[in-house]
């Protein structure tokens, strides 16, 4: 049986480490917009007058327009005062690395195979984990303007960004943020049977079926039991002692040990957003 992987929300996390760097892009997030409200009322007033109010309204509507667009960002401007930049180049560089990896998930679950009967129609796999598609990309968050690079990772609505200073955590439009020091990326290689597309950029490194006898060979009562390729994926697990718990598998082991070796090692420089 697959069990959720348990991890805390962020609201958790941004109770555990309140920062007003956090409370700014929280307050930015929950804005709402007036402008199409605005865009909607002058249209309606206009359009019986044959649009002669909107040459007077359209201005007021683009007025608000870049005052919600203010209110709904946070400007963060780093400078690193003379410290070396390498590591953090080096983070950039090993994120870039992940994506161009041909494939990214997140764990949402995982199941011990205990039974002989769960060996059997599970490929012979050990454990057995659900999953989702993720992305790497290098810009923040919509909320945040900044001059800088920001590695982040993907899925669904729950996002990691990689800033210089801390690392961000966003899911829907909640924030929140730990240090380096309290952040362990820890990597691994697994033996993953692989029931969808096979990346091209992955190492195959077995075989095994759908459905297996006691010895590990093709359970013959089961005339449709095709071949599953066996590959060789890299496991990051990312966790702080708040809670967070977020296990990302890549297609290509190499590139999940680099971004892993270069948060471990990572040391935050003194210089903070200006």
């Not at 890299?234 to 270069?262: E, M, V």
Request: net charge neutral.
């Amino acid at each position: 049986m697959v069990h959720e992987i348990p991890t805390a929300a962020v609201e958790e996390l941004r109770r555990s480490n309140p920062s007003e760097f956090i409370e700014q892009l929280q307050a930015a997030a929950q804005r709402h917009s007036t402008w199409p409200w605005a865009a909607a009322l002058a249209l309606v007033i206009s359009l019986p007058l044959y649009l002669i109010p909107l040459l007077v309204l359209g201005p007021l509507v683009y007025w608000l327009y870049q005052r919600d667009l203010a209110a709904r960002r946070v400007v963060a401007f780093y400078d690193f005062e003379g410290q070396p930049e390498g590591q953090f180049t080096q983070l950039i560089e090993a994120a870039e690395q992940l994506r161009q990896s041909h494939a990214n998930w997140i764990i949402t679950g995982s199941g011990a195979v205990v039974t002989t009967a769960q060996h059997k129609v599970n490929s012979g796999a050990s454990a057995v984990v659900s999953r989702r598609s993720a992305a790497v990309t290098m810009s923040g968050p919509p909320e945040l303007v900044t001059n800088i690079a920001v590695p982040s990772l993907h899925c669904g609505d729950h996002s990691l960004f990689l800033l210089p200073d801390r690392v961000l955590m966003k899911r829907g439009r909640n924030f929140a943020d730990v240090p380096y020091h309290e952040l362990q990326a820890v990597v691994s290689d697994v033996r993953f049977h692989e029931g969808g597309p096979v990346p091209r950029d992955s190492q195959q490194v077995g075989t095994t079926w759908q459905y297996v006898n006691v010895k590990g060979g093709p359970d013959r009562r089961y005339k449709a039991n095709p071949q599953i390729p066996i590959m060789h994926y890299g496991r990051i697990n990312f966790t702080t002692r708040t809670g967070l718990n977020l296990q990302w598998d890549c297609s290509q082991p190499t590139s999940a040990r680099q971004l892993a070796q270069a948060v471990a090692t990572y040391v935050s420089p003194p210089a903070l957003p200006n």
